[in-house]
């Protein structure tokens, strides 16, 4: 097909003509991009206005992990992780925003408004936040989960020469798959390794059923972290129980009862978890503190809650802890 060659002055006026609209497209562009920036940025902005203006808020309620007084609403890792349990999207926004520089100013806004301790996974990202929280003189206490996976984690030594936390705990996800393949053994020895490192030792789970065995065989476990959701529940285990299996992990709404059932008849101290069934029951403000009445009224008064906080769209630092100061006070 042979196309008419237009006069080179039509071709210069309509490059003329089309410079406005990509020059207005690209300012289109770059004020989306401003825009988006924009909602990402507000709450370090925010963290960084009331850095320079510092306002402490009143102690939350606090409990004891050993020798240490934490508060009983502890920051969790998993959206600094991206780790999203919703979708790829979700969990790659999640990693994106939380630069290690707003990591830090998380930790500083989480310790202004009494979150006096925070669990974290040793990441580069991790370790870091934590050595740089410590400079600018944060007092905040760390408990690292961890499992000694050949590949992935690093030696229990090294974790306490990066980041001094002062409670190691078995990842909850290495626990359940270590029970259901009948070497529970290999839990019980972590838990002996960390306390002869000198730390707390703890044990996490989704599965209250692997909860109730650890106390029932009087482990010497510090601590338990208990999954308000039993997200690692087989699919034959669905498939028997249920008569069907769920897309992605599974969610039901007893869970929360039956885990709390159990950690109400363990005497250590247990960080319940997922008590927003990762992110499920926030679409609306009062169901997220509805959550927070729950678990503290179904928890011992020697528990507390992790909670993982995304606060992009809303202060849920301040939320989260004005909800803790409201129902966990015992």
Not at 12 to 37: C, K, N, V
Not at 112 to 136: C, L, N, Y
Not at 218 to 243: A, H, I, S
Not at 244 to 255: C, I, L, R, Y
Request: proline content about 5%; glycine content about 8%.
């Amino acid at each position: 097909v042979h196309l008419p060659v237009p006069p080179a002055g039509r071709t210069a006026m309509a490059e003329a003509e089309r410079e406005p609209r990509r020059a207005g497209r690209r300012d289109f562009l770059r004020t989306l991009s401003a825009t988006a920036a924009g909602c990402g940025l507000a709450f370090s902005q925010t963290a960084r206005g009331a850095e320079e203006e510092p306002v402490q808020a009143d102690p939350l309620p606090a409990i004891s992990l050993g020798e240490h007084r934490i508060s009983r609403l502890v920051a969790g890792w998993n959206p600094i992780g991206g780790h999203s349990h919703t979708t790829w999207n979700m969990a790659q926004f999640m990693r994106e925003y939380f630069t290690e520089e707003r990591t830090v100013e998380f930790l500083q806004h989480c310790e202004r408004s009494g979150i006096t301790a925070w669990q974290f996974d040793h990441t580069e990202k991790g370790v870091a936040a934590i050595k740089k929280a410590k400079e600018s003189g944060s007092q905040m206490k760390f408990i690292c989960l961890h499992a000694e996976r050949k590949g992935v984690d690093a030696s229990i030594q090294k974790v306490i020469d990066d980041t001094g936390p002062i409670a190691m705990v078995h990842h909850g996800g290495v626990t359940d798959a270590k029970f259901r393949a009948g070497r529970s053994q290999e839990v019980h020895d972590f838990v002996k390794k960390v306390h002869d490192h000198g730390l707390l030792a703890g044990v996490s789970a989704h599965n209250p059923d692997n909860i109730k065995q650890i106390a029932d065989a009087g482990w010497e476990n510090d601590l338990f972290m208990t999954c308000f959701y039993y997200v690692t529940r087989p699919k034959d285990e669905q498939q028997e129980k249920l008569g069907k299996v769920t897309v992605g992990e599974p969610f039901f709404d007893s869970d929360p009862a039956e885990m709390t059932a159990v950690v109400r008849q363990v005497d250590q101290p247990c960080l319940g978890f997922k008590i927003l069934a990762a992110g499920r029951s926030c679409w609306q403000p009062k169901s997220v503190e509805k959550c927070f009445q729950f678990a503290f009224e179904n928890l011992k008064p020697i528990d507390g809650v992790i909670v993982g906080m995304f606060p992009v769209y809303r202060d849920e630092v301040a939320d989260n802890a004005a909800h803790t100061r409201k129902y966990a006070a015992v």
